[in-house]
């Protein structure tokens, strides 16, 4: 199965900005959708945005939508999550997902394969 490692999470002030990455291994990185999803504690896994497999396309849950971007390098195998404007809420870990097919998805449930999860704390 395919393997993703998510990377730079960390702690930052509210109103400043992480860039989280995603990399997959194997040579099908352009055959996937990916996604990102968040969970905070006592919270349950919630989508935040995906982009389609050659990156034209992005979609984002209203409470990130203006604040984070995706974007993707699939020279690279790698997805993006560039976060701006973090806010104390943002505070959880993410998650990147992947699963084939041309249609991007919103529910955790479509999706194959996750990384193990990098942790975002938002302080105020």
């Known amino acids: 199965q395919v393997q993703l490692v998510e990377s730079g999470g960390g702690l930052v002030q509210a109103g400043g900005s992480l860039r989280l990455s995603c990399t997959a291994s194997?040579?099908?990185?352009?055959?996937?959708?990916m996604g990102w999803f968040r969970q905070a504690p006592g919270k349950e896994r919630e989508f935040v945005g995906v982009?389609?497999?050659?990156?034209?396309?992005?979609y984002y849950a209203d409470s990130v939508k203006g604040r984070f971007t995706i974007s993707r390098d699939n020279a690279k195998n790698t997805v993006y999550l560039q976060m701006n404007s973090l806010e104390p809420e943002d505070t959880a870990i993410y998650y990147c997902?992947?699963?084939?097919?041309?249609?991007?998805?919103?529910?955790?449930?479509?999706?194959?394969?996750w990384g193990q999860g990098t942790q975002v704390t938002v302080s105020s």
């Open positions: 997902a992947a699963r084939p097919g041309a249609y991007t998805a919103t529910t955790r449930y479509e999706y194959d394969y």
């Open positions: 982009i389609s497999r050659t990156g034209s396309s992005t």
């Open positions: 194997g040579r099908t990185f352009s055959s996937y959708v």
